[in-house]
Every structure is written in structure tokens, then in C-alpha cells.
T-cell receptor, first 117, second 114 residues
Framework: NAGVMQNPRHLVRRRGQEARLRCSPM?????VYWYRQLPEEGLKFMVY????????ESGMPKERFSAEFPKEGPSILRIQQVVRGDSAAYFCASSPRLLGGKDSPLHFGNGTRLTVT | KQEVTQIPAALSVPEGENLVLNCSFT??????LQWFRQDPGKGLTSLLLIQSSQREQTSGRLNASLDKSSGRSTLYIAASQPGDSATYLCAVSPSGAGSYQLTFGKGTKLSVIP
């Protein structure tokens, strides 16, 4: 049973380019969460999605960032016109049901490390 | 606003020693608390999840306790091994709506010396 798959593992972009980060949840999981880990900081919640729906994007910057989880295919976190401050590790997590149940811990992927030069 | 603090930031111990990692949080209105392990360049592995109504959870050599009223949790690792070397993260889930918005500490980086 494959875990949460994220790609690419490492991504280098120049300032002003676009970054696309992909996340395939664990099989049978329909809830996806994106977190960001800035250097020397704890992970911070960005967005929660279910298939074809954004449920909560309160942690996502209002500009340049967007996320989707289409009916088919992986969840995508898109960052337009990247700046140096976007350099971070972006983690995706999934759960089979809404997080909070005692049998529903978050399962995290290995992350995408974005470097903006 | 919930804040999670982990002390110490780094810890180095000789192999075989028992050790305790500390986590404190400012808002006791939590749904659960999780301890994760993060290896360099890797994702997070969930170690233990404690519901707010529970006092502790055990898995193998790991034991996590929760004192919600005082806003504290500890992770006890018995008979440490070099393979335990990693960063350990504590995260709390708020009660009510938005229980998926975990608040993480910055972690304790553990080195177990052979």
C-alpha cells in the first residue's frame, strides 16, 4: 500500500517562474491537506481539499498560491511568480476521513523542497 | 492563537539511555495531540496520537503522556538506539471546527551516539 506520493522531491525555480507541486494521497483517502515548513519554523497549515472542493484555504497566502484536487489525478499546489520567500518544504498529507477521529491520523508524504534562486 | 513549544531544541545522548522530550501548548482546547518523527529529507511519520480524553499512549519503546489542563505532553523513549536519531515534532489539533489545522512545534533534534 503506497504512502502519500509527492513529486518532484526537489524543485528549483528562478524568481518570477511558476512552481507546480503534486500530491497523490494514499489509496482510499479522499481528504488532502497541504502544509508548509519554512526554514527554522514549524509546519504551518495551508489548505484542506476534498475531491473537486476546497474546504478551507485559510492558511494559504491570498495571492499567487492556488490549490486543486480534481476528480481524477493528483492534488496540485501551484505557486505563480515565485519569490525567494517561497523557498520551503511543502508537505502533503491525507486521511481517509476528516482528521480528528482516533483512527484517522494524518499520513504525510516526503515533501517537495522548493528553492527559489 | 495556539502556540506549541518544544524543549530542548536539540539533545544528544549515549546509546541505551532513557530520555524525555517535552512539548507545551498554550490553548488547552485541543482535540488530540500527535508526536511525529521527521528524518532528514523525509516526510513525517506519526508515532503516537493521544485523544484529549486520554492520559497516555504507548507503542513499543515509546510512551507519550498528555496533561491537557497544564498544556503539557512528554514523549519518553526507553533504551535509545542510534536509529532513533531524528527530529521529533509535537502537534496539536484544535477542538471544534478545523480540527485538521494542526499546530506544530519546531521540533527536538535527537542524536543518539553509539
Amino acid at each position: 500500500n503506497a504512502g502519500v506520493m509527492q513529486n518532484p522531491r526537489h524543485l528549483v525555480r528562478r524568481r518570477g517562474q511558476e512552481a507546480r507541486l503534486r500530491c497523490s494521497p494514499m489509496k482510499g483517502h479522499s481528504h488532502v491537506y497541504w502544509y508548509r515548513q519554512l526554514p527554522e519554523e514549524g509546519l504551518k497549515f495551508m489548505v484542506y481539499l476534498q475531491k473537486e472542493n476546497i474546504i478551507d484555504e485559510s492558511g494559504m497566502p491570498k495571492e499567487r498560491f492556488s490549490a486543486e484536487f480534481p476528480k481524477e489525478g493528483p492534488s496540485i499546489l501551484r505557486i505563480q511568480q515565485v519569490v525567494r520567500g517561497d523557498s520551503a518544504a511543502y508537505f502533503c498529507a491525507s486521511s481517509p476521513r476528516l482528521l480528528g477521529g482516533k483512527d484517522s491520523p494524518l499520513h504525510f508524504g516526503n515533501g517537495t523542497r522548493l528553492t527559489v534562486t | 492563537k495556539q502556540e506549541v513549544t518544544q524543549i530542548p531544541a536539540a539533545l544528544s545522548v549515549p546509546e541505551g539511555e532513557n530520555l524525555v522530550l517535552n512539548c507545551s501548548f498554550t490553548d488547552s482546547a485541543i482535540y488530540n495531540l500527535q508526536w511525529f518523527r521527521q528524518d532528514p529529507g523525509k516526510g513525517l511519520t506519526s508515532l503516537l496520537l493521544i485523544q484529549s480524553s486520554q492520559r497516555e499512549q504507548t507503542s513499543g519503546r515509546l510512551n507519550a503522556s498528555l496533561d491537557k489542563s497544564s498544556g503539557r505532553s512528554t514523549l519518553y523513549i526507553a533504551a535509545s538506539q542510534p536509529g532513533d536519531s531524528a527530529t521529533y515534532l509535537c502537534a496539536v489539533s484544535p477542538s471544534g471546527a478545523g480540527s485538521y489545522q494542526l499546530t506544530f512545534g519546531k521540533g527536538t533534534k535527537l542524536s543518539v551516539i553509539p
